[in-house]
């Protein structure tokens, strides 16, 4: 078990709504921001002398554009239907991580200086100023939320708790007061192309590598393209996938089964991100210029498709607001969907026939899968309503012979988040990161004592990478955690074909 400078929760038998305990994880504050990180995203460098206007004229901003905004912080009757629905307020027992506690914490200024009883009767209301000390709060608890959207599923009036902490966010931002992990990584998106920053010459000899590796363990030659122009598709994927495990045992997959489907693809050094950091923060202008590098690419390579790798809130942003925020994409093929992910792609490939599996290579596992929050509570595959439930499942049971579901108030459209989700894998915020994931945790516990499970599989980076942290705190292993198709690469066929084009290559070579 991993060592913790904190205490770790007490997986149980059944899931317990717990005490309250006020200011337990006040304590808790995520790395600023440093002036060049902020500088890059286009905000100031450190707090701005009258940060408390601009604050409010930056809320004032964001109520004008975003009519949501203004429902959510109208419409709650603190029904108390959200409190124990927050894995952060499960895991931590602190008030300010109820949703509805975490909402106030804006509402309470949105309401004395937008509205005529607040400004009149603040007491009355619950309205408040502006001070240092509620910026402090806003700091602490808007970095414990995830933006995972689960509490919205039971609120009657459909709150998002994700927009608010989004639009949060973004007005700190706006002040000088910006989170180090979110905003230095969308400064190496725009830099070098990807989170990791791993430049265009190392992510070739990367993927040179991954085409030995997988040669000298199946004897069939899977390519790994990069920058190949006049390609169909154009994979863009998590940069995690290029270089730690369970992740890159996912990327092999995808190469495997774009090698049994016969068709041209490439990634893109320019485009190596399917992750897009600017929804954490809440910034629109961030979100669509991590976006249009993908539509440059697109236009530069001359792909007709676009399939997005196992990212959660990647697929989120490709699904909801891609053509919004980069379209339109007129000049790709009409005839397949705008994007696809690649559990849709390989889906497909199973319903036709084209894609053959040994499931014994892994009846070594006995599986269970969590459901991404982004996937689960933002987006759809397919063209039928709960695909995103359905068709990851589907590959699963197509490539393993053991499976069985977490229970169903875990699952779906009721997911609990990993934990780590919405800005929040960063060592940092580990005790939040460990004590949000007790609830996942203890749906994964029951399954491992009454079916057996050995492994959850996962279609999210951050998941995957979450997991594998916190998995030890809790007595499990960190490899525990896979991704879906490390599965369908364990268990495809290979026959050896190439694409046309790569036959083509081929064959005037040999000539």
């Known amino acids: 078990m991993a060592k913790a400078n904190f205490q770790v929760p007490e997986l149980k038998e059944y899931a317990e709504i717990p005490e309250i305990e006020p200011g337990v994880m006040a ?15 286009g905000f100031p460098g450190e707090l701005v002398e009258d940060w408390q206007k601009k604050a409010i004229d930056k809320m004032g901003d964001l109520l004008g554009r975003y009519r949501s905004l203004r429902v959510y912080l109208d419409s709650c009757v603190k029904c108390g239907a959200c409190t124990d629905k927050c894995h952060y307020y499960l895991g931590t027992h602190d008030p300010k991580n109820m949703p509805v506690g975490r909402q106030d914490l804006l509402r309470k200024v949105y309401r004395r200086y937008f509205t005529l009883a607040g400004r009149f009767f603040p007491d009355l209301v619950g309205a408040t100023e502006l001070t240092e000390d509620v910026l402090g709060d806003w ?38 007061v910006g989170q180090k992990y979110c905003n230095e990584i969308i400064g190496k998106v725009y830099k070098i192309g990807n989170n990791l920053g791993l430049p265009g010459p190392a992510l070739i000899d990367t993927l040179e590598g991954l085409e030995e590796d997988v040669f000298d363990d199946t004897g069939v030659e899977v390519k790994f393209p990069v920058d190949q122009e006049g390609a169909e598709i154009l994979l863009v994927t998590p940069s995690a996938d290029f270089f730690a495990e369970p992740h890159v045992d996912g990327l092999i997959g995808y190469g495997k089964v774009f090698h049994e489907a016969g068709v041209s693809w490439t990634m893109s050094t320019y485009a190596s991100e399917a992750a897009n950091f600017g929804m954490f923060i809440g910034s629109y202008d961030n979100m669509r210029r991590v976006a249009l590098r993908i539509r440059e690419a697109a236009i530069k390579l001359g792909v007709k498709r676009i399939v997005f790798g196992e990212c959660g809130h990647a ?12 379209g339109p994409w007129d000049f790709l093929d009409q005839r397949y969907p705008i994007p696809q992910h690649i559990c849709e792609f390989t889906y497909d490939l199973i319903q036709q026939g084209k894609l053959k599996f040994d499931k014994s290579q ?17 987006s759809r595959m397919g063209d039928k309503p709960g695909g995103q439930f359905d068709i990851p ?10 499976y069985y579901d977490m229970d169903e108030e875990t699952i779906r459209d009721r997911t609990f988040c990993c934990g780590g989700g919405g800005g929040l894998l960063t060592d940092d915020l580990m005790e939040v990161r460990v004590k949000g994931a007790q609830p996942r945790i203890e749906a994964l516990n029951h399954v491992i004592q009454e079916k057996a499970v050995t492994h959850m599989a996962a279609i999210c980076a951050i998941c995957k990478t979450q997991f594998t942290k916190v998995l ?15 599965l369908v690469s364990n268990a495809i066929i290979l026959t050896g074909k190439e694409s046309d084009e790569q036959s083509s290559e081929s064959a005037q070579a040999t000539a």
């Not at 030890?472 to 490390?486: E, T």
């Open 393 to 402: 499942r589907a590959i699963i049971r197509e490539v393993c012979n053991h």
């Open 139 to 176: 700091y602490n608890y808007f970095h414990q939320c995830s933006q995972c959207r689960r509490c919205s599923v039971f609120c009657p009036y459909g709150i998002d708790t994700a927009e608010i902490s989004m639009a949060a966010r973004e007005i700190m931002d706006h002040i000088g």
């Open 27 to 41: 304590h808790s504050k995520t790395f600023k921001s440093k002036p060049e990180f902020q500088d890059a995203l």
């Open 472 to 486: 030890p705190y809790y007595g499990m292993d960190m490899d525990q955690i896979v991704g879906i198709h490390q």
């Open 362 to 378: 892994n009846d070594d596992k006995v599986l269970t899968y969590h459901d991404s929050c982004n996937v689960a509570r933002a």
């Open 315 to 326: 697929w989120r942003v490709a699904y909801s607001f891609l053509n919004t925020l980069a």
